[in-house]
């Protein structure tokens, strides 16, 4: 799927999402998270993609795969944080959204603490 077609499915949804919020708005959240899942669904194949090349790229590279996983799993928290926020802010529940986006910006730190050990045990090895 390309950039214009999700761009034209986010639109839609968007419109629909007005009209839906004005007369009930309470399935116009369950509307966004549909349509949200509809277009990462819709990214899955390109997404194997992405994942394929890193792969590529960090057997390549000589990097461990516990380097390569970590890149990955930052990248999903990342992701589905944003997305979990983006759909607390539609409800209009911007602190839950906050708190969303603070998880995940601890996962993500929870995540790098191998990357940091072995740049702290690299630095020990260079300064010895």
């Known amino acids: 799927m390309d950039i214009f077609q999700i761009v034209v499915w986010g639109i839609t949804a968007s419109v629909i999402l007005l009209v839906v919020r004005r007369e009930r708005p309470e399935l116009a959240v369950a509307f966004s998270l549909v349509a949200g899942v509809s277009i990462l669904v819709a990214l899955l194949p ?9 792969s590529d790229i960090a057997s390549e590279s000589g990097l461990g795969p516990l380097y390569f996983g970590i890149i990955l799993k930052v990248l999903a928290v990342s992701y589905i944080a944003d997305l979990g926020a983006s759909i607390c802010r539609d409800a209009n ?11 995940g ?13 072995g740049i702290v045990e690299l630095i020990r090895t260079l300064l010895a």
């Open 46 to 54: 390109s997404l194997r993609t992405v994942v394929s090349a890193f």
């Open 93 to 103: 529940e911007n602190l839950i959204a906050s708190r969303v986006e603070m998880a």
């Open 105 to 117: 910006k601890i996962l993500i730190l929870l995540c790098s603490i191998p990357i940091i050990q």
